[in-house]
């Protein structure tokens, strides 16, 4: 390898690498901040969009499994934060809605990275945003992860062991 591309080589895994320490940093300042991960807030904030959301509409909407969501309001319900009633006709369909806890904890203001990331992205012009899905598109097939099933939140993906808010094992 010359010396540009070795170079050019350097700064693309240092810019890959900013990427991932920007999402480590957000996920472990909202964990201090707030106890909470990620996929906590997304569930959160979905659940706040509504009076109540059914645990099924909340999985399509954040793009995570019915389990995944289950696992996370379990442990969300564990804080108080979420409270699940079972529907009055339907005995297998669950409802979740926020406590005046989750509300609270809500208007403290943790927001999600991707936030800041899609504002950012909107102010850019249509061939700017093309340009950049397309690099990105092409480091995902680079890193053999273009087909990994993942939910369209920047932050630490739960692990079904590893979603409580003090990130201990159940």
């Known amino acids: 390898?010359?010396?540009?591309?070795?170079?050019?080589?350097?700064e693309v895994l240092i810019a890959l690498r900013r990427i991932i320490r920007a999402v480590d940093i957000h996920s472990r300042r909202l964990s201090r901040d707030f106890?909470?991960?990620?996929p906590q807030l997304l569930i959160l904030n979905e659940t706040a969009?509504?009076?109540?959301?059914?645990?099924?509409?909340?999985?399509?909407?954040?793009?995570?499994?019915?389990?995944?969501?289950t696992i996370?309001?379990?442990?969300?319900?564990?804080?108080?934060?979420v409270k699940r009633e079972r529907d009055s006709r339907d005995k297998r369909r669950v409802?979740?809605?926020?406590?005046?806890?989750?509300?609270?904890?809500?208007?403290?203001?943790?927001?999600?990275?991707?936030?800041?990331?899609?504002?950012?992205?909107g102010n850019l012009n249509s061939e700017e945003q093309q340009s950049i899905l397309s690099a990105l598109q092409k480091v995902a097939r680079m890193m053999d992860a273009e087909n990994?099933?993942?939910?369209?939140?920047l932050g630490l993906e739960p692990l079904p062991?590893?979603?409580?808010?003090?990130?201990?094992?159940?």
């Open 1 to 10: 390898m010359n010396d540009g591309a070795g170079t050019l080589s350097h």
């Open 35 to 38: 106890g909470l991960t990620g």
């Open 49 to 69: 969009t509504a009076d109540r959301v059914l645990i099924g509409t909340l999985a399509k909407n954040v793009h995570l499994s019915q389990a995944t969501v």
């Open 72 to 81: 996370i309001v379990d442990r969300l319900e564990e804080h108080l934060l």
């Open 95 to 121: 409802w979740v809605s926020l406590t005046d806890k989750g509300k609270q904890v809500l208007a403290g203001g943790p927001h999600l990275l991707q936030d800041t990331f899609l504002d950012n992205l």
């Open 148 to 153: 990994l099933p993942v939910a369209p939140i």
């Open 161 to 170: 062991e590893a979603t409580s808010l003090e990130e201990k094992p159940r």
